[in-house]
T-cell receptor, first 115, second 112 residues
Framework: DTGVSQDPRHKITKRGQNVTFRCDPISEHNRLYWYRQTLGQGPEFLTYFQNEAQLEKSRLLSDRFSAERPKGSFSTLEIQRTEQGDSAMYLC?????????????FGSGTRLTVV | AQSVSQHNHHVILSEAASLELGCNYSYGGTVNLFWYVQYPGQHLQLLLKYFSGDPLVKGIKGFEAEFIKSKFSFNLRKPSVQWSDTAEYFCAVNNAGNMLTFGGGTRLMVKP
C-alpha cells in the first residue's frame, strides 16, 4: 500500500495523559498536513509542513499540541495533558509540491477518545 | 475567516433518484473548490475540483458540480444515484496557502 499511513488507528487515553500519533506520507510527497475532525463536523486544518519546515499553524493548535517532521519524511502530532474536548479523528494528508492542493491524499486517520 | 456551509446534513434517496447537494462559501475573492467523499470505513477521496475555466466540472463516478460565482455556490449533482454512492460528502474551499476549509458534510443514504 503506497497511501498515507497513520498509526495508531484508535487510541483511548485518560484525561491528562500525553498521546502521540504518527503519519507516514506518500514517499515522494514533500508536503504534509494535519487536520482534526470532530463528530458531525468536517475536517479542520491544524498545521502544514513543507519538508521539515512547519509553515502554517492554525489557532486551533493550542500550546498543548505540537507537531514535528524532523527529517522531512514522517510526522508526529503530540497532545499533552489531553482533555475530553480533544476527542476527535486526527487526519493526515500529503501532496507533492508541484501538485499542491491538486494532489492531496488523506490517510484513514487516528481516532482519539479521551475518557 | 472564510466558511463553508452544507445545508443538507442528511439525505435519503432511492436508487436512480437524482442528487443535488448544496455548498455555499463565504469568501469573495478567487477560490479553488473541491468535493470529497468518504465511504464507510474509508479515507477521504477527491471527487472533483474547480480551479478555473468551465464552471461545470465533471468528476469520478458520474458526479459533476457547477460553480456559480454570483451565488458563492458549488453544488454537487448526479443524475441517477446508486446504492454504492452511500457515503458522506464534503465540500471544501481554498483561497490562499495550502489549507482547505471544509463544510460540515452531508450524509447520503441510498436505499436499494
Amino acid at each position: 500500500d503506497t497511501g498515507v499511513s497513520q498509526d495508531p488507528r484508535h487510541k483511548i487515553t485518560k484525561r491528562g495523559q500525553n498521546v502521540t500519533f504518527r503519519c507516514d506520507p506518500i514517499s515522494e510527497h514533500n508536503r504534509l498536513y494535519w487536520y482534526r475532525q470532530t463528530l458531525g463536523q468536517g475536517p479542520e486544518f491544524l498545521t502544514y509542513f513543507q519538508n521539515e519546515a512547519q509553515l502554517e499553524k492554525s489557532r486551533l493548535l493550542s500550546d498543548r499540541f505540537s507537531a514535528e517532521r524532523p527529517k522531512g519524511s514522517f510526522s508526529t502530532l503530540e497532545i499533552q495533558r489531553t482533555e475530553q474536548g480533544d476527542s476527535a479523528m486526527y487526519l493526515c494528508a500529503s501532496s507533492p509540491r508541484w501538485q499542491g492542493l491538486n494532489g492531496y491524499t488523506f490517510g484513514s486517520g487516528t481516532r482519539l477518545t479521551v475518557v | 475567516a472564510q466558511s463553508v456551509s452544507q445545508h443538507n446534513h442528511h439525505v435519503i434517496l432511492s436508487e436512480a433518484a437524482s442528487l443535488e447537494l448544496g455548498c455555499n462559501y463565504s469568501y469573495g475573492g478567487t477560490v479553488n473548490l473541491f468535493w470529497y467523499v468518504q465511504y464507510p470505513g474509508q479515507h477521504l477521496q477527491l471527487l472533483l475540483k474547480y480551479f478555473s475555466g468551465d464552471p461545470l466540472v465533471k468528476g469520478i463516478k458520474g458526479f459533476e458540480a457547477e460553480f456559480i460565482k454570483s451565488k458563492f455556490s458549488f453544488n454537487l449533482r448526479k443524475p441517477s444515484v446508486q446504492w454504492s454512492d452511500t457515503a458522506e460528502y464534503f465540500c471544501a474551499v481554498n483561497n490562499a496557502g495550502n489549507m482547505l476549509t471544509f463544510g460540515g458534510g452531508t450524509r447520503l443514504m441510498v436505499k436499494p
